[in-house]
Structure formats: structure tokens, C-alpha cells
């Protein structure tokens, strides 16, 4: 009896406004994405002049420096964290790691977005 009455409510005018609110619902989610990468210093996969390399990451969103959490994994399998934090602007990170060898790096950076989620991702680049 009730999916009848479900099937029938679906053939009439209730399946345009259903489909609508899908529409709408989808459309506003990235809204509520997690925190993103936008930009960094160092590049994907660039090659950086070391051994003092500065760190500059720009989010799609709002994050929260004294929350958020950047560290390196060398190519032998060390890691250095990355202190010091800054923000110039509310999506912005901003650091620096002196006295690197040449090599290897994955910048590991996990973030506390302005939505309440914490975020993670990761650089690759080479010092020179």
C-alpha cells in the first residue's frame, strides 16, 4: 500500500520539485568541500634551489594555521616538520625548511578547513 501511494506521488507533480532539489543539492556541494590546493611553493613536481626552501600554500578556503599540521618526508625516509607557521591571509600557509640536502621531497600538509573537516595532501618536489 505505501509504495503505491509513493509511486503515485512520483508520477505527478512531485518528481519535477524531487528533481529540482537533487539539482539544487548537488550544485551547492562543493560549498561544503573540504579544503582544497590551490597554489604552492613549491610546485608539483618542481626543482627548488636548497638548502633553504620557503613553503607557501593557498587554499580554496578559509583554514586554521594553529590547527593545521605541514611536515616533509625525505627520500630516505626521514621527516622533518615544518614549524613556524604563518598566514598572511586566512587561505594562506606560510613557512620554511632550511638546510635541506639534495633529493627527494613530499611536502605532507593536513589542514583544518573553515567547514569543520580536516584536509590532507601532499607536494612532491626536488632540491638541488
Known amino acids: 500500500m505505501e509504495v ?3 509511486h503515485r506521488a512520483l508520477r505527478g507533480p512531485a518528481l519535477p ?3 529540482i532539489l537533487v539539482v ?3 550544485a551547492v556541494q562543493p560549498l561544503w568541500a573540504h579544503a582544497v590546493l590551490m597554489q604552492s611553493k613549491p610546485t608539483t613536481n618542481s626543482t ?3 638548502p633553504n ?3 607557501w600554500l593557498r587554499f580554496n578556503v578559509r583554514v586554521d594555521g594553529k590547527r593545521s599540521h605541514l611536515q616533509l618526508l625525505a627520500s630516505d625516509g626521514s621527516t622533518i616538520s615544518v614549524e613556524a607557521l ?3 591571509a ?3 600557509l606560510e613557512s620554511s625548511v632550511n638546510g635541506l640536502k639534495p633529493g627527494t621531497y613530499k611536502l605532507q600538509w593536513r589542514v583544518l578547513a573553515s567547514d569543520g573537516h ?4 601532499v607536494v612532491d618536489f626536488t632540491v638541488n
Open 4 to 6: 503505491s501511494l509513493l
Open 17 to 19: 520539485v524531487l528533481l
Open 24 to 26: 539544487m543539492t548537488a
Open 48 to 50: 627548488v634551489k636548497g
Open 53 to 55: 626552501v620557503p613553503i
Open 86 to 88: 604563518k598566514q598572511s
Open 90 to 92: 586566512p587561505d594562506i
Open 118 to 121: 580536516m584536509s590532507n595532501g
